[in-house]
């Protein structure tokens, strides 16, 4: 899901950076010290999900996990992911510096909040139902995130777009995975540590 530096043109980089540092500025002033663990677990979570490849078709995916940080951190995953793209793009190679606006924009903004939403629904809905609201977080952000992709991509050249599609649709299967995992994250949680979800007991 990351673009690389130098597909972009320098507007569409720009308007990323536009989107992402105030983003990223509301984030970083709603972090909270007593959270500093649960931010380490999951950006080394993130960081290590991008390892994992799904073969499909003619591509390779990997998971991307940004709603999964979102359920856990709601805003603060918005700071929690950007750190993950810096060192994805500084020790694997995954995206690029440049162009690190733009992924922020399209993969840590929407897990955070899609992460809000679910968390703010999660305190409010039946324990039978919560699980589902994982669901939703976890697939719809990869939607969310593939659609804003494919967007990019698009509009950029029209020689990209069938690459966008392809790309596009490489990750409905992810989509499908990870709200596979975000249902069985919210029923584990509830069960063992519901405060990470922000219920109270």
């Known amino acids: 899901m990351h673009i690389s530096d130098g597909v972009l043109s320098p507007a569409v980089v720009g308007i990323g950076w536009t989107i992402a540092l105030p983003s990223l500025a509301i984030s970083i002033r709603r972090l909270q010290t007593d959270q500093v663990g649960a931010y380490g ?14 073969p499909v078709g003619l591509f390779s995916m990997h998971l991307v996990l ?21 060192l994805q793009a500084l020790f694997i190679g995954f ?23 679910g968390r703010y629904w999660i305190q409010r809905l039946a ?24 967007a990019t991509l698009a509009t950029t050249h029209p020689g990209l777009k069938v ?24 029923y584990f949680l509830q069960k063992v540590k519901p405060s990470l979800l922000g219920i109270q007991p």
Do not use: D, Y
């Open 41 to 54: 677990v999951v950006a080394a979570a993130f960081f290590a999900g991008s390892t994992i490849h799904l």
């Open 127 to 150: 324990s039978r139902k919560q699980p589902w609201i994982g669901v939703l977080v976890c697939s719809g952000t990869i939607f969310i995130s593939a659609t804003l992709l494919f």
């Open 66 to 86: 940004t709603g999964i940080a979102g359920l856990l951190l709601g805003w603060g995953a918005l700071t929690v992911i950007t750190v993950g793209l810096l």
């Open 163 to 186: 690459l966008a599609k392809l790309v596009f649709l490489g990750h409905l299967p992810v989509a499908a995975v990870e709200g596979i995992i975000g249902f069985w994250l919210v």
């Open 95 to 117: 995206g690029g510096l440049i162009i690190l606006g733009i992924n922020i924009s399209i993969m840590a903004l929407p897990g955070a909040m899609m992460g809000v939403f």
